[in-house]
T-cell receptor, first 117, second 107 residues
Framework: DGGITQSPKYLFRKEGQNVTLSCEQNLNHDAMYWYRQDPGQGLRLIYYSQIVNDFQKGDIAEGYSVSREKKESFPLTVTSAQKNPTAFYLC????????????????FGPGTRLLVL | GIQVEQSPPDLILQEGANSTLRCNFSDSVNNLQWFHQNPWGQLINLFYIPSGTKQNGRLSATTVATERYSLLYISSSQTTDSGVYFCAGGPNEKLTFGTGTRLTIIP
């Protein structure tokens, strides 16, 4: 079955702790994205990657870090510098099809809910 | 950056009714997508529609790029249509999302 998996489903963070959220896709997509969703709000882009070993900051990158060592994996680390990390985190991917890159359908994983203890 | 406004914010309908959801953009976009978020948080892509009209079963969407708005039509609503509908747009892969329309279908 092709798709995007995220783990864990729920994650609890203590003060001063870094935590890493996993995102894996087997769709052979080149581009991957991380979004944050707060209650009653839309999604905001944290980081995105168009190709292995390259990634770009989104609108709210402060306090987060990412890596893209493999095409199928795009983990997100929520660092202790992120003072308000409680949110729903969604990973997405898209393929480089068509004549213009950056305009492809995005597919989402099931999400990770991060709570601060 | 681009501002995305969705209306109405909430919509409650009887099963079988039709509805129209609107999305306005503050600037031109080359990438425009509609999503449905179910009560468990999963987002499903409904349409990639930077211009023109598309249909998929009971759902259809129309984007008038020159006037910077898009419409999502849902006909013969079913309870499974409940959830939040988001539009998102941008010049390229960087999408800006609206705050959504929460649709509740009553049996």
């Amino acid at each position: 079955d092709g798709g995007i998996t995220q783990s864990p489903k729920y994650l609890f963070r203590k003060e001063g702790q870094n935590v890493t959220l996993s995102c894996e896709q087997n769709l052979n997509h080149d581009a991957m994205y991380w979004y944050r969703q707060d209650p009653g709000q839309g999604l905001r882009l944290i980081y995105y990657s168009q190709i292995v070993n390259d990634f770009q900051k989104g609108d709210i990158a402060e306090g987060y870090s990412v890596s893209r060592e493999k095409k199928e994996s795009f983990p997100l680390t929520v660092t202790s510098a992120q003072k308000n990390p409680t949110a729903f985190y969604l990973c997405a991917s898209s393929s480089r099809t068509g004549s213009v890159f950056g305009q492809e359908t995005q597919y989402f994983g099931p999400g990770t809910r991060l709570l601060v203890l | 950056g681009i501002q995305v406004e969705q209306s109405p914010p909430d919509l409650i309908l009887q099963e079988g009714a039709n509805s129209t959801l609107r999305c306005n953009f503050s600037d031109s976009v080359n990438n425009l997508q509609w999503f449905h978020q179910n009560p468990w948080g999963q987002l499903i892509n409904l349409f990639y529609i930077p211009s023109g009209t598309k249909q998929n079963g009971r759902l259809s969407a129309t984007t008038v790029a020159t006037e910077r708005y898009s419409l999502l039509y849902i006909s013969s609503s079913q309870t499974t249509d409940s959830g939040v509908y988001f539009c998102a747009g941008g010049p390229n892969e960087k999408l800006t999302f609206g705050t959504g329309t929460r649709l509740t279908i009553i049996p």
